[in-house]
């Protein structure tokens, strides 16, 4: 799951933060920036799921949007992420 995740991860910074993806590459922190989103990610996906007892897909919604897509201010209008807002598969 992790693997997806950080897959997901450089995509959104690809699409909608360029500059910040060449800065890690540039300073050589992007694996350790990358480690550190998923972490973030993982961490409310379980606080949403595990302690708060919601469900996967409401969880998710929650996680994307709080820490994956842009604000409005940082969003392109020409570029959109629905693709992105279906949670991966989880193994069990």
């Known amino acids: 799951m992790t693997d997806a995740l950080t897959s997901l991860v450089l995509r959104i910074w690809q699409n909608h ?12 922190r992007l694996e350790t920036a990358l480690e550190a989103e998923v ?20 969880a998710w919604e929650i996680a994307v949007d709080q ?8 969003e392109s209008s020409s570029t959109t992420l629905n693709q ?3 949670p991966p598969a989880i193994s069990e």
């Open 17 to 28: 933060n360029p500059a910040l993806l060449m800065e890690l590459q540039r300073e050589n």
């Open 39 to 58: 972490e973030r990610l993982n961490d409310l996906l379980y606080e949403l799921e595990v302690i708060q007892k919601m469900s996967h897909q409401a």
């Open 67 to 74: 820490i994956l897509l842009p604000g409005p201010e940082e």
């Open 84 to 86: 992105n807002r279906e």
